[in-house]
């Protein structure tokens, strides 16, 4: 495993270095929201459409074998031989088959990844067999070298001028960087690929059972003419690519392009139903003939996951590659880095159902959790929680690493322990403290503080304020609130903590602190060990029972989240727990959306000027796993001496997501750098957020590279104006 980690390291370090990838996809990064939002315009009601196509992929998965029998039945009533391949293997042996019967000696190939899944070029050409790509992207790969960096535009790794060094060195002459001249170019080598081919091979985009088409979204004509040529056409289809009928496929039609490219229709739409015709010359006449047309279901692992009644969920892509395109680690780094086709975090969950867990666990900790792309898919794929339900199930299988489960299991999961810990750290790091800051570490720590400061243990951790604070609290409160710090609030941000209670007795309710409160274990759910993760959450609600609330309210989203979501899926199945937990977690809020409900009763959410400009940032789990935004910037745009700007990708990643960012650090600062660049262009001399890791992550990175500003949690700018 340390060996598999090295060799990503320096995957990583290698793509970070290449400043045509990186510009390539930046770029890229910048321009796709843009385009597929300009997509949708014509689009009334895009989430009814993403809910309508969402259910469709239910009811498929459902019904995949009574789909697959009538795709079958409807494929052979057209005159097409069908197979059903159990592994890539079988796929190839019958392949080979299929190539002999047919005196099959040049194969032209189209849109297929299933065919990369299963490494199908290389054994064909083991073979004996003469194969060419005639995708764009795909040719250009195939010369290079290279494996797909992404699911719809292959090269997108590489630039103009790499692209014609590749055409040079394929066509034994000097071809100019000129994209046109590129695409004349190759467009005349590979005329006579299809002239002469006696096979083509198509993926397909899907596959209807009730007439047996397949359906090819494209936009190059080479699909076609794969498709129309060759004397043979051979379709490989993945389980996940069925659907019922032709109502279906326009759904996926009215999405797909729109997520893959930006597009309201791609150039080509095919549909091939069948052995379709063709003309060509015997015995010297020009003849009609039914072309040889095989279709072969590919299962590779995917009828498991159909039956999984978990991640079965991954039906529900539709591999435009949408996720790519908004993935803070991709965007950086490009495909190659996750080893095999399937990249990106949903690239981890196919790794791991068609190729192998080991593979997954070398690259599932690049999906920091962000949730962007559960925003973005078509079919509303719970990216991030697929990944940590894999977590989970290896952790179940082959158990943590030792150290890591001795922290987990005799720290973490032990308040007293891991509380004792935090309070020896606030001693241990006053020689590296500036202040609030640790700016400079030693030895092998120092990349940790490289491009950020590090915000030190406070010296008085919240639970040691509360009984001043306590003394506060307003008799005939109107309701009894319990305060859950988690672990920055309470011995990193402590003065955050103090501020929040204080608007919330400004708000006329009581605020207690249940001493026995930890961690709320994310960091042992997000490294997948659910069965400490449960003792943790047992400790947790027990503590605030007692403390008997009428509300639980905390200013980490994350916190906020695991109590509401996560307690309760880890305690669903048991019948002990589960209503206890379901009781318990319905009490809990996020404080700005708490705070704002009163704040709007109470008249006082009206807009004003001030001198200092505030923008604001968006939490990962604050805006797409609790769903709030607006409630914050209410907040700040009636904050007296503040005006309120927005700063341009105001709900992009920070970076830090956890253990994320001091694991890799080397990806988490590129994307700070690029936060804080959006923070300094909004001339904003304040940032405000409302979770505590991001502002560890924000703070520590201004307090390097602009130390002008300033970051706030919302809840210390609400206490500056409290009376």
């Given at each position: 495993?340390?060996?598999?980690?090295?060799?990503?390291?320096?995957?990583?370090?290698?793509?970070?270095?290449?400043?045509?990838?990186?510009?390539?996809?930046?770029?890229?990064?910048?321009?796709?929201?843009?385009?597929?939002?300009?997509?949708?315009?014509?689009?009334?009601?895009?989430?009814?459409?993403?809910?309508?196509?969402?259910?469709?992929?239910?009811?498929?998965?459902?019904?995949?074998?009574?789909?697959?029998?009538?795709?079958?039945?409807?494929?052979?009533?057209?005159?097409?031989?069908?197979?059903?391949?159990?592994?890539?293997?079988?796929?190839?042996?019958?392949?080979?088959?299929?190539?002999?019967?047919?005196?099959?000696?040049?194969?032209?190939?189209?849109?297929?990844?299933?065919?990369?899944?299963?490494?199908?070029?290389?054994?064909?050409?083991?073979?004996?067999?003469?194969?060419?790509?005639?995708?764009?992207?795909?040719?250009?790969?195939?010369?290079?070298?290279?494996?797909?960096?992404?699911?719809?535009?292959?090269?997108?790794?590489?630039?103009?001028?790499?692209?014609?060094?590749?055409?040079?060195?394929?066509?034994?002459?000097?071809?100019?960087?000129?994209?046109?001249?590129?695409?004349?170019?190759?467009?005349?080598?590979?005329?006579?690929?299809?002239?002469?081919?006696?096979?083509?091979?198509?993926?397909?985009?899907?596959?209807?059972?009730?007439?047996?088409?397949?359906?090819?979204?494209?936009?190059?004509?080479?699909?076609?003419?794969?498709?129309?040529?060759?004397?043979?056409?051979?379709?490989?289809?993945?389980?996940?690519?069925?659907?019922?009928?032709?109502?279906?496929?326009?759904?996926?039609?009215?999405?797909?392009?729109?997520?893959?490219?930006?597009?309201?229709?791609?150039?080509?739409?095919?549909?091939?139903?069948?052995?379709?015709?063709?003309?060509?010359?015997?015995?010297?006449?020009?003849?009609?003939?039914?072309?040889?047309?095989?279709?072969?279901?590919?299962?590779?692992?995917?009828?498991?996951?159909?039956?999984?009644?978990?991640?079965?969920?991954?039906?529900?892509?539709?591999?435009?590659?949408?996720?790519?395109?908004?993935?803070?680690?991709?965007?950086?780094?490009?495909?190659?880095?996750?080893?095999?086709i399937y990249a990106g975090g949903v690239g981890a969950i196919l790794t791991a159902l068609l190729h192998s867990m080991g593979d997954f666990?070398?690259?599932?900790?690049?999906?920091?959790?962000?949730?962007?792309?559960?925003?973005?898919?078509?079919?509303?794929?719970?990216?991030?929680?697929?990944?940590?339900?894999?977590?989970?199930?290896?952790?179940?299988?082959?158990?943590?690493?030792?150290?890591?489960?001795?922290?987990?299991?005799?720290?973490?999961?032990?308040?007293?322990?891991?509380?004792?810990?935090?309070?020896?750290?606030?001693?241990?790091?006053?020689?590296?403290?500036?202040?609030?800051?640790?700016?400079?570490?030693?030895?092998?720590?120092?990349?940790?503080?490289?491009?950020?400061?590090?915000?030190?243990?406070?010296?008085?951790?919240?639970?040691?304020?509360?009984?001043?604070?306590?003394?506060?609290?307003?008799?005939?409160?109107?309701?009894?609130?319990?305060?859950?710090?988690?672990?920055?609030?309470?011995?990193?941000?402590?003065?955050?903590?103090?501020?929040?209670?204080?608007?919330?007795?400004?708000?006329?309710?009581?605020?207690?602190?249940?001493?026995?409160?930890?961690?709320?274990?994310?960091?042992?759910?997000?490294?997948?060990?659910?069965?400490?993760a449960k003792n943790v959450a047992i400790r947790n609600i027990e503590a605030f029972e007692e403390a008997k609330p009428d509300y639980i309210?905390?200013?980490?989203?994350?916190?906020?989240?695991?109590?509401?979501?996560?307690?309760?899926?880890?305690?669903?199945?048991?019948?002990?727990?589960?209503?206890?937990?379901?009781?318990?977690?319905?009490?809990?809020?996020?404080?700005?959306?708490?705070?704002?409900?009163?704040?709007?009763?109470?008249?006082?959410?009206?807009?004003?000027?001030?001198?200092?400009?505030?923008?604001?940032?968006?939490?990962?789990?604050?805006?797409?796993?609790?769903?709030?935004?607006?409630?914050?910037?209410?907040?700040?745009?009636?904050?007296?001496?503040?005006?309120?700007?927005?700063?341009?990708?105001?709900?992009?990643?920070?970076?830090?997501?956890?253990?994320?960012?001091?694991?890799?650090?080397?990806?988490?600062?590129?994307?700070?750098?690029?936060?804080?660049?959006?923070?300094?262009e909004s001339g904003a001399t304040t940032v405000a957020v409302a979770c505590p890791a991001c502002m560890m992550q924000i703070g520590g990175?201004?307090?390097?590279?602009?130390?002008?500003?300033?970051?706030?949690?919302?809840?210390?700018?609400?206490?500056?104006?409290?009376?």
């Open positions: 495993m340390a060996e598999n980690n090295r060799n990503i390291r320096k995957e990583i370090d290698t793509k970070l270095n290449d400043p045509v990838l990186r510009g390539a996809l930046a770029r890229f990064a910048e321009q796709y929201p843009v385009a597929r939002l300009k997509a949708y315009e014509n689009v009334e009601d895009v989430d009814g459409l993403r809910n309508s196509f969402k259910a469709m992929k239910v009811d498929v998965v459902e019904h995949l074998e009574e789909i697959a029998d009538k795709f079958e039945a409807s494929v052979k009533a057209r005159g097409a031989h069908f197979y059903r391949a159990k592994d890539g293997a079988a796929l190839k042996e019958y392949l080979n088959k299929v190539c002999k019967e047919n005196n099959v000696k040049r194969i032209i190939k189209s849109k297929s990844m299933a065919t990369e899944e299963i490494h199908l070029n290389e054994y064909l050409k083991e073979e004996g067999y003469h194969v060419m790509e005639t995708d764009m992207g795909e040719w250009i790969i195939s010369i290079a070298g290279h494996k797909p960096s992404h699911m719809v535009m292959p090269a997108i790794h590489l630039s103009k001028e790499q692209c014609a060094e590749y055409f040079s060195k394929e066509l034994g002459r000097k071809i100019e960087p000129v994209i046109y001249d590129m695409i004349q170019t190759a467009r005349k080598n590979l005329r006579s690929e299809f002239i002469e081919a006696d096979m083509g091979i198509t993926g397909a985009n899907f596959g209807i059972a009730e007439n047996g088409a397949i359906g090819l979204v494209t936009n190059e004509g080479n699909a076609r003419l794969a498709t129309t040529m060759p004397r043979v056409h051979v379709v490989v289809i993945g389980y996940e690519k069925l659907i019922r009928n032709t109502q279906d496929a326009a759904k996926i039609l009215r999405l797909l392009p729109r997520n893959g490219t930006g597009q309201r229709m791609t150039s080509y739409m095919t549909m091939v139903d069948g052995a379709t015709p063709i003309i060509h010359k015997k015995d010297g006449q020009w003849v009609e003939e039914d072309r040889v047309c095989h279709v072969i279901l590919l299962d590779n692992g995917r009828l498991e996951a159909a039956k999984d009644p978990v991640l079965k969920e991954v039906y529900h892509c539709v591999r435009c590659a949408s996720c790519l395109n908004v993935c803070p680690v991709y965007t950086l780094v490009g495909g190659h880095v996750y080893g095999h666990e070398k690259i599932n900790e690049l999906c920091i959790g962000c949730r962007k792309c559960v925003e973005i898919c078509p079919g509303k794929m719970a990216i991030p929680d697929l990944i940590d339900e894999l977590r989970a199930r290896n952790v179940k299988q082959k158990g943590l690493p030792f150290m890591v489960s001795a922290v987990f299991e005799n720290v973490l999961s032990s308040r007293k322990v891991f509380h004792t810990l935090l309070r020896a750290a606030s001693l241990a790091q006053k020689p590296f403290t500036s202040g609030k800051m640790i700016r400079h570490l030693p030895l092998f720590f120092a990349g940790l503080s490289k491009d950020r400061s590090l915000p030190a243990v406070a010296e008085t951790p919240l639970r040691d304020r509360m009984a001043n604070l306590v003394k506060k609290n307003k008799p005939n409160a109107k309701k009894r609130i319990a305060f859950f710090s988690g672990c920055n609030t309470d011995f990193v941000f402590p003065d955050t903590g103090e501020n929040a209670i204080k608007v919330l007795q400004d708000l006329g309710y009581e605020v207690v602190f249940p001493e026995d409160q930890s961690c709320c274990g994310k960091p042992i759910i997000g490294m997948g060990d659910r069965e400490t309210i905390s200013t980490c989203p994350t916190c906020t989240e695991t109590w509401h979501k996560t307690y309760v899926e880890l305690f669903a199945d048991d019948p002990k727990w589960k209503d206890r937990v379901e009781k318990i977690a319905h009490k809990v809020r996020e404080f700005t959306s708490f705070v704002a409900a009163d704040y709007e009763k109470l008249g006082r959410l009206n807009p004003t000027k001030g001198n200092e400009k505030v923008t604001y940032h968006d939490s990962c789990h604050m805006r797409r796993g609790l769903g709030v935004h607006e409630q914050p910037r209410k907040l700040l745009e009636a904050a007296p001496g503040y005006e309120f700007v927005e700063m341009h990708n105001c709900d992009k990643c920070c970076g830090m997501a956890g253990a994320f960012g001091v694991k890799y650090v080397e990806l988490s600062m590129p994307i700070l750098k690029d936060k804080i660049k959006n923070i300094q990175g201004l307090d390097k590279q602009a130390q002008g500003i300033k970051v706030k949690h919302v809840a210390d700018i609400l206490a500056e104006n409290l009376k």
